[in-house]
């Protein structure tokens, strides 16, 4: 059997695979899976390191498809004021693909991605804030073509609202990636909407010099593919919608925060054939220099 | 055994701070975590003849125990917290430093009428 023309439908399933998870984002802030309009402050810088490993699996046609991703991203945020911020996502993948008897692997770079986030809107109060902050930026195609990236550079744009306060945090963010074609191959665009509450569990009263937070955190994703499209004909096993609930824990010291959650598809209306994922574990810890 | 303890407490605190140190309570909104009052503590205690730096998160003040001749203003804590990203609102400053043992809890300022409540009216 040609093993190129063998895996040409199986390589269509894994493009909507990269194109759901690499939509999920860096998160640089509070949230676990979404962003946050809370500042970094003028010249200070947030390193962030998170380990994202997702799972699918299914039968198609007595064909069994499994793949396993894991990702470690590296995520610098610096501010350059306390109203202008830059960062930068630095991904190294791997993946396992399963068809049947069938096994690869593909490891390296993945795509980086950098972007600004700027503070428009900002109201504070003793112990709590509401804060609107847009944000922009460009995935480069750092990572291998048709493997660990999807060789073009591609642009994204969003809003984050955030509302918090001492006792609980409620991250919303709306987000849509244009993404470009390369060598014939152009991801579908994508769109996303995501909600992210935070609720302090401990300690049960703040006083004075409260070291650290406990949250319990649920967040909700909403995420809308379109279709691919292979040299100019639309690929109907691709695109689709997916929501996604996270739950999760986190624990926000003075210096650094640690973080757990698990992201499960609680709804799906994927086009054609294309393979669901079934979960992706995540786990971060962010330092504040 | 609480007498003593607090004698321990009041012994430690006079330990570190000179009949001469004064505190500044500095009001500052926005600040919603531990995370994220860090660096505003950190910058501050970069300042020379600034000994300690606490925090009471619920109300929003950030303490400050120094020298006597370390002298703040409001265009300097105004620029400062701003460059944090947040909205400094006032100080007091007191003789000899406490560091917020004397400051109320949450729930009692929650019956200070607003009038009561000291603010310079600096807006970030």
Redesign the interface.
Known sequence: MNETLFWRPSILAMSLLLTLWVVIPASWA?PIATNTA???????IIVRAQLVATHAADSLGGLNRHVDRFEARTVLGY?L???LAIFGMLPVVNIERTIGDIRTTDSGLGDAALFARY?LL?S??????FRIAPYAGLRFPTGKEGTTGDGSLDAFAGLIATL???QW?LDTQLRHDFNAESNGFERGDATRFDVSFQYRWSPA?????????VYGVLELSANYSERNRISGVTDPNSGGFLLYLTPGLQY??????VDFGVKIPVLSDLNGTALEPDYSILTSIRV?F | MKSIVLLVMAMTVAGIASADDVQYDI?V?????????????R?LMKIAGVHAV???????TIFVCADGEVTFTDAQLKQLF??????YRSFEKSSGCS???H?H??DDLRDIPEDHDHDAGVD?
């Open positions: 509070a809370l500042p970094i402050s003028n010249d200070a501010g004021t306390s109203k503070e900002r504070d109060k003793p112990g709590r804030t918090a306060s001492t945090v009263k703040v006083v004075r010099e409260t070291p650290a937070f926000a010291a003075r210096r650094w925060i504040n | 009001r909104d926005g600040i919603t975590c531990p995370f994220c009052v860090a660096t505003s503590e910058a606490g925090s009471n998160l619920e109300t929003g701003l460059d944090k990203g947040f909205t560091m917020g043992a400051e809890d949450a970030g």
